[in-house]
T-cell receptor
């Protein structure tokens, strides 16, 4: 079975600063990879996904993630944080039809 | 354009009471899932239904039962609620065999058991 590790359960950045949320997965075979965002009191919304096409994936709201097979990583970045980015972010892996979620990273944006 | 609809959105139960969480999707998806979300633990799969007429246990099935009523609806039942079942419950759906599309989630049911 897959496992997904999100380093840092809480990340704080200043408004306008770089956002970097880390995700590593365990698999020798590249799976499908996803980032979901959860705003307060809402469900999970798909931010972006990697499905074996381009390794740099662009998502909504200016986020992007890069698939690095050698590092088994799929880190999420955004060049300039906005107050509206404050949310919980989940990395997920789909392997053989099953989904495996990380434990989430809560992003705080400091004005 | 509803996607996945969950009812109710909030519920408070007393220990030992029963209730059913409802989930319906209008995307003609074959597979449906129930997750619970607890602080620091991410999302844990309770039960899933790969297709109409089938259900299977996930990671944390104890204390729950499910029913795949038809292709659209997948309900989660707590027969005798316990405080440990205080959580946020999410229903999700996907097209079977289309793992690359990911899941579509409902907005959640916030359940408190006192």
């Amino acid at each position: 079975a897959q496992s997904v590790t999100q380093l840092g359960s809480h990340v704080s950045v200043s408004e306008g600063a770089l956002v970097l949320l880390r995700c590593n997965y365990s698999s020798s075979v590249p799976p499908y990879l996803f980032w979901y965002v959860q705003y307060p009191n809402q469900g999970l919304q798909l931010l972006l996904k990697y499905t074996s096409a381009a390794t740099l994936v662009k998502g909504i709201n200016g986020f992007e993630a890069e698939f690095k097979k050698s590092e088994t990583s799929f880190h999420l970045t955004k060049p300039s944080a906005h107050m509206s980015d404050a949310a919980e972010y989940f990395c997920a892996v789909s392997d053989l039809g099953q989904f495996y979620f990380g434990t989430g990273t809560s992003l705080t944006v400091i004005p | 354009n509803a996607g996945v609809t969950q009812t109710p959105k909030f519920q408070v139960l007393k220990t030992g009471q029963s209730m059913t969480l409802q989930c319906a999707q209008d995307m003609n998806h074959n597979s449906m899932y129930w997750y619970r979300q607890d602080p620091g633990m991410g999302l844990r799969l309770i039960y899933y239904s790969a297709s109409e007429g089938t259900t299977d246990k996930g990671e944390v099935p104890n204390g729950y039962n499910v029913s795949r009523l038809n292709k659209r609806e997948f309900s989660l039942r707590l027969e005798s609620a316990a405080p440990s079942q205080t959580s946020v419950y999410f229903c999700a759906s996907s097209e079977a065999g289309r793992a690359r599309d990911g899941y579509t989630f409902g907005s959640g049911t916030r359940l408190t058991v006192v």
